[in-house]
């Protein structure tokens, strides 16, 4: 991916977050000491400085790699991140797994493997 698109998704992952929150992208360029124009030039232009989207994304609390959309998971990794997973997530990575000779799991098999696995999550905590 060219950095030009890096920053166009980038520019676009920013906007989305913005209206999320009811915030205009002058109201996060200003918390964050940048130029509204700065946000609205992503679009065009070929490099963004790193530094510049920390701030924006440190604003969203979102990671920069999210900002970027080198990942649709907007939070940030932690120590703790695998219990930050929903059941959503857990039965989207059960549907993926396989029965030792390849087959596909039912949906009783990923019933049960969502629930093993919220079981151990919360035991951790």
């Not at 009811?22 to 963004?48: D, M, P």
């Amino acid at each position: 991916m060219t950095n030009q698109t890096l920053n166009l998704i980038a520019f676009e992952r920013i906007k989305g977050l913005a209206a999320k929150q009811g915030v205009s992208l002058q109201t996060v360029a200003q918390s964050v000491g940048l130029s509204e124009n700065y946000i609205y030039n992503l679009r065009t232009r070929k490099s963004s400085s790193s530094e510049h989207i920390a701030k924006i994304a440190d604003y969203f609390n979102v990671s920069t790699d999210y900002i970027y959309g080198r990942t649709d998971n907007p939070r940030i990794a932690s120590d703790d991140a695998a219990s930050e997973y929903t059941t959503e997530d857990l039965r989207k990575m059960a549907k993926n797994a396989k029965t030792f000779d390849g087959k596909p799991l039912t949906d009783e098999d990923v019933d049960a493997i969502t629930n093993i696995i919220e079981i151990y999550l919360k035991g951790r905590n």
